[in-house]
């Protein structure tokens, strides 16, 4: 049978509450970007050094073991630069450029990294983004957190009107009815390191030290309650 009544009788008065929770937790992976750039006037030897740069980058990413999450090859350019010859075209130059991402779930290991790939030649890094495992208990917990928050509310007023909760009759996310489109957040900050071009004398690679950035999470719920008749 249809409920025709949303918002309750005097036999059965509803209570509507929401429950918030806010949680800081550490990250549990922090991902950079490698771009490995590379240029030539031939157009087989600049693919021939890409291709040997970036199984150098990947054999050293891999050396780090259980340290590296996930290793991923992203986009892969390699693009004619055109000048002017007389009356026609003619191709200058080539530019090669190949994308690596990578995550790591042990940040001492990250920041060793991040100051070899930063070293290398035509190498740049961009990172780190701080996240948490799509898995991460830590959804579990803020949505746990919201749930008792909305259920203490909810006793708070009936406790206000001398009586208790007699059930719940509904609990829900906010906009589950009509869910807006998804979005991605930002990760936290980043960095860039460009190494240097060849060429000039080499200076000592600095180490860098990675803070991880604290994550923030949020949950909000909707819940509605049946409260016990109060005697106003």
Excluded: C
Excluded at 216 to 222: E, K, M
């Amino acid at each position: 049978m249809t409920d025709t009544q949303p918002y309750g009788t005097p036999d059965q008065p509803r209570l509507a509450v929401h429950g918030e929770a806010h949680l800081e937790v550490d990250p549990e992976l922090a991902g950079i970007t490698i771009t490995i750039t590379t240029r030539g006037t031939d157009r087989r030897a600049t693919l021939d050094d890409l291709t040997r740069r970036n199984t150098h980058v990947i054999d050293l990413i891999k050396t780090y073991g259980t340290a590296i999450d996930t290793l991923e090859t992203g986009a892969f350019t390699l693009t004619p630069q055109l000048t002017r010859h007389g009356r026609g075209e003619r191709v200058r130059t080539y530019h090669g450029n190949v994308r690596i991402t990578t995550q790591l779930t042990d940040f001492t290991a990250l920041g060793e990294l991040t100051t070899r790939l930063a070293d290398l030649e035509l190498t740049r890094v961009d990172g780190p983004w701080w996240s948490l495992r799509h898995d991460s208990p830590a959804y579990s917990d803020v949505r746990r957190r919201a749930v008792q928050q909305a259920v203490t509310r909810a006793r708070e007023y009936a406790d206000a009107l001398d009586t208790t909760l007699a059930a719940l009759v509904e609990l829900s996310d906010p906009g589950a009815d009509n869910p807006a489109p998804g979005y991605s957040g930002p990760f936290g900050g980043s960095r860039s390191f460009a190494a240097p071009a060849p060429g000039g004398a080499p200076e000592p690679t600095p180490a860098l030290d990675l803070e991880p950035q604290r994550q923030t999470l949020h949950a909000r719920v909707n819940a509605r309650f049946i409260m016990t008749p109060p005697s106003l």
